[in-house]
């Protein structure tokens, strides 16, 4: 053998030693920091997963008890997503076309044990694990609602990681940067960005319903920011619509959107103003599956400030949709088709509740016909529960429409009926508004309304618009009451001190108090007024109603302060 040919076999023989060696480095940098971790999945045993690898790729099997364990978890909650948590120690070489991902593979994907599909074809979060070098992540993963259960999952990089723990939860899709860095996905995958404040909705249908029903609704999304951000406002778009946000009083425990209140809730999510003060932004899904909500819708917690504009395409029952106040979910709204299906729910209970003349009893729908009632309405639980105890004592034939108000305010407890039948106050009230009010109209009545219902549930704030009623200028008070008395279509009855300030109150804080002085002049100048308290009347046109006004401001600094409310907006949410 000449020196020739010997140097070529060496150079062989040494080229195939690198490959080996290079080889045995990246397959080490997978399993020398191999994994201890059961798989937890809730009210099922946690257990180990088989590991196997290939091609640099870790693959994680479910076993059969575990795959039957997911099944009935996502029958019993609706969804279902992955979360996993790993360390990553340092960073190596990637390959040439190697890229990293996390994602599932499934039973068509196995031959004999071994992973053999082509995986890469499938949806997958691809990531760059380095950015997390020297730290760690968690990530989680959503299943389709309605696919097949996956029979494990792979994790692809170079980077050298341990799987610190792998659990099976309820969907989630978003971000959280408030401890340990989270980013979650839907079944469609995604790019895992490390620090972004954007997110990729477009999933959600394949995870979460896509439509409202009386047993669930569009998955909500829960937005936090960090304390002391010192923003006066903020704004999340989403496929080009933008929410303003008020910030006074966000707080820890953050804020609510509903999906469904969203013109096109399966967008992009990004944040034009205040991006940088996030610290959170997921999405997650609610179903109902109490007895109490089998054959009536359950309340949809919102901000007041989302139902003005919300679409009634999305409404789950065709003459109303039905929301809670999310900051006070004792409280109810009802957004209505018309005025006369509002008036069918709850216009009985407004003469019985309110009306001079007409309180305290229960009238035939023929003996106020055509007799106004209101363009909106608010009732506390105690007016609820004697209005429909004494339909109950006197057997008194209700409308089909305030026999499904009545189970209703059951379910909710707002009213309360005992095992002798007896029906009495629960907690909190009820707000009613019509899509026939033109928008401005529906802007002031979701405040006036909403204000009523806070006099409700607040001792503290009926304390203090007493305090204010009291020791307000007397002659424009004399004005308001004469208002209330002589205009048709309130005709309150004034013998009821606890009505006349709540809407003393109300009609202060409906709107700005910029705008409180020209409503009450342009109100004294009506013809009614003239003619029924024109003394009164013109008292306020001569002052232009400096005393509303400063009742008005003294109302608006105390709601600011509490709620980080103000007159005209009892909402942190507007789009």
Known sequence: MNKLSGFCRLRRLSFQRIFAFAFFALFFSFSSCSSNFQLEIPNHQPAKVTLSSASG?????FSKSQIEAIKDFRSANGDSALQITLSVSRSDTSPVNFADSFGFFYQEDLSSGKVTGNIRSKPAVSMTLSDFASSSVSIAFCMSRDGQVPAGFYISSAAKYKVDGAKITRAIVGFDYR????????????KLVSGSKTADFSGLAQVFPAVNTKSAYLPQIDLFFAENHGLKTAQIASGGEVIT?????ISPNGLAIQSSALRYPFSQ??????GDAVTALLAHGETFSSKNFSDIPAPIPTDPGLIIKWQKSKWREANFELFSWDRFPSLLYFDTVSYAYQSAMFKRLAFFVEKTGWRGKLWSNEEISGIHGYNAHDYKAESLAEFFDLARRTN????????LLEKILLANGIIVQNPAGEITAGQGGVISISQESPEYLRRQFVAHEGWHGLYFIDPDFRNTVASIFYTMDQQTLSYLLRYFSVTPSLNYDLSDDYLVKNEFMAYLLQQPVSAVGKYFVNAASRQHSQEKAKTQADYIIQTNAEGFTSAATLLDEYVNDRWGLSAGRVWLLSN
């Open 269 to 274: 999510i990004s944040f034009p103003q205040g």
């Open 179 to 190: 401890s340990l860095p989270f980013y979650a996905f839907a079944s469609n995958g995604g």
């Open 245 to 249: 946000i008020r910030s006074p009083a």
């Open 57 to 61: 790729i870790r693959f994680f099997h």
């Open 396 to 403: 008194f034939p209700l409308n089909p429409e305030e026999v």
